[in-house]
């Protein structure tokens, strides 16, 4: 059974930054990737970033980019969101997922999730 659980959440002010944590079990995740997603009340949930396990390709969403990493640690069975320039358009529940491709569209789906973390980012 995978287990996705993600921390770092939190309140930071515009322009600050945080680190989202997704600490995976139940693997082998060798033949997957992981992915960020994120929901505020009311949108959709929206592609945020994506990394292979392997660590060869990342994928981000435009609003994003520049801004945000992903990146993984193997030996910790880890994924991380470094979150820099922060927005309030940023603001939103963030959640890790287990993913087939780092490319998002109609080919890509998602095995598991996380039960998310609360980034606000206040003005």
């Known amino acids: 059974q995978v287990e996705l659980v993600e921390s770092g959440g939190g309140l930071v002010q515009a322009g600050g930054s945080l680190r989202l944590s997704c600490a995976a079990s139940g693997g082998p995740f060798s033949d997957s990737a992981m992915a960020w997603f994120r929901q505020d009340p009311g949108k959709e949930r929206e592609f945020v970033a994506a990394i292979n396990w392997s660590g060869l390709g990342t994928k981000y969403a435009d609003a994003v980019k520049g801004r945000f990493t992903v990146s993984r640690d193997k030996s910790k069975n880890t994924v991380y969101l470094q979150m820099n320039s922060l927005k309030s358009e940023d603001t939103a529940v963030y959640y890790c997922?287990?993913?087939?491709?780092?490319?998002?569209?109609?080919?890509?789906?998602?095995?598991?999730w996380g039960q998310g973390t609360q980034v606000t980012v206040s003005s």
């Open positions: 997922a287990v993913v087939n491709t780092i490319i998002p569209g109609p080919t890509q789906s998602v095995a598991s």
